[in-house]
C-alpha cells in the first residue's frame, strides 16, 4: 500500500477540488480537514468523501464559487453564511469569529447556516484549545434517524463535539455521533463489501440488518436505542441548536450526502467558545482539569479522549499516510 506525505495528499485532494469547481480557497481549506481525519485514523471522514464531495460539486449541489461571509451579528452571537459551498471555510471563518468574540465578551456563539458536511467536528475546535478556550460544536446531516418513538428518518446523526485546552498537555477532544455509529463506518463497510454489526442501522422495512447498503438506505439506530430514547432526544436538541435557531435546514429537507443527484443541503453546524478566565479563572479552569485527569487515569484501561487520534496524527506528520492503490488512482484521475 502506497504512503505518502500529509503534504502530498492534500495537494491531490486539493487539486482534485479545484479541478470540480471549487474555487482555491474552499479546496484547500477542505483538504486540510480531510487529511487530518485520515491522518487520525478517521477514513469515514478522510480521503473517501473526495470523490462524493468532487460529485456534489459537478452536480450543483455545493457552490464551488462559495466565499463565505458574515450575515447576521450582535455582541456576542453571529451567523456565518457559507453560501452552499463546501463548508470548510465557513466554520474556520466561524470559529475565528467565536474566539474573537468570547475574548470581548467571555462567551460566543457563532453559527454557520447554507451550509455542507463538515467532515470531523472537533477537528474545528483544535483552535479553541490552541486559544485557551473551551470549545462546543455541533451539527446536522441529512435525515438518517428517527424521533423517539418513530419510524421514518427525521434527524441526522446529529454529531456533538468538545475541546478542553489543558497545561502542557494535549486538549481533550470529544467527539461522538448521536447514531450509535457514525454514518460514514456504514458507507466504508459498503465500498468495502464487509457486513456491519446488527445494532447499527435498519433497512427500508424497519428490520435490523448486517448489510451496511441496506442501513444507508434504510436508517441509523439512536445511540442506546435498544434501551431508551435519549440519544433520539439529544439529536432533536442538536437540530434546533444548528437550524432554527440560525437560519438552516432540517435534515429531512436535505438530500442525503451519498446520493449524486439531489438539492444543496443548506444545514447547519453551531459553535460556542467559552473563556474560562471569564468565569472562575483561568488557572484554576486548569488546575481543576488536571484533577480530574489524574483521576481517570487512576484507572487502568481509561484512555483520554482524542489522546489515540493525536498519537495517530503525529506519527503521520513524520511518516504520512497508507492509502490504498485504488484511492491513490482515483483521487490521481479526479485531479
Avoid at 460566543?108 to 473551551?134: E, K, P
Amino acid at each position: 500500500m502506497p504512503q505518502i506525505s500529509l503534504q502530498d495528499a492534500r495537494t491531490l485532494v486539493s487539486t482534485a477540488l479545484q479541478k470540480a469547481g471549487a474555487q482555491p480557497t474552499m479546496a484547500d481549506a477542505t483538504a486540510r480537514a480531510l487529511v487530518l481525519a485520515e491522518a487520525q485514523g478517521m477514513a469515514s471522514h478522510g480521503l473517501s468523501r473526495v470523490g462524493q464531495y468532487s460529485t456534489h460539486l459537478r452536480n450543483g449541489r455545493a457552490n464551488g464559487a462559495a466565499v463565505p461571509h458574515v450575515l447576521n451579528s450582535k455582541a456576542a452571537a453571529a451567523v456565518v453564511d457559507a453560501q452552499e459551498g463546501l463548508a470548510f471555510p465557513a466554520c474556520e471563518l466561524a470559529v475565528l469569529e467565536a474566539i474573537r468574540r468570547a475574548r470581548e465578551f467571555g462567551i460566543a456563539i457563532v453559527g454557520v447556516t447554507n451550509s455542507h458536511h463538515c467532515g470531523v467536528v472537533v477537528d474545528h475546535l483544535r483552535a479553541v484549545a490552541d486559544a485557551g478556550m473551551v470549545g462546543l460544536g455541533f451539527a446536522n446531516s441529512p435525515s438518517a434517524m428517527p424521533a423517539a418513538g418513530g419510524k421514518h428518518p427525521i434527524f441526522g446523526t446529529n454529531p456533538v463535539a468538545a475541546a478542553f485546552p489543558r497545561r502542557g498537555s494535549d486538549a481533550l477532544l470529544i467527539d461522538l455521533s448521536l447514531s450509535e455509529v457514525a454514518r460514514g463506518k456504514l458507507m466504508v463497510a459498503a465500498k468495502a463489501g464487509q457486513s456491519i454489526p446488527l445494532g447499527w442501522a435498519l433497512d427500508k422495512n424497519g428490520q435490523p440488518t448486517t448489510d451496511p447498503q441496506a442501513g444507508m438506505d434504510g436508517s441509523m439506530l439512536p445511540l442506546g436505542a435498544a434501551s431508551s430514547p435519549k440519544g433520539a432526544m439529544l439529536a432533536l436538541v442538536v437540530e434546533l441548536l444548528v437550524t432554527a435557531l440560525i437560519g438552516a435546514q432540517f435534515g429531512f429537507e436535505a438530500s442525503s450526502f451519498f446520493v449524486d443527484a439531489g438539492n444543496r443541503p443548506r444545514i447547519g453546524q453551531t459553535f460556542i467558545v467559552i473563556d474560562p478566565g471569564a468565569l472562575a479563572g483561568r488557572e484554576y479552569f486548569l488546575d481543576r482539569l488536571e484533577v480530574l485527569v489524574t483521576e481517570m487515569l487512576t484507572d487502568e484501561g481509561v484512555r483520554l479522549p482524542g489522546a489515540r487520534r493525536e498519537a495517530l496524527r503525529r506519527a503521520a506528520e513524520v511518516n504520512g499516510i497508507h492509502v490504498s492503490d485504488a484511492m491513490l488512482e482515483s483521487l490521481r484521475k479526479l485531479g
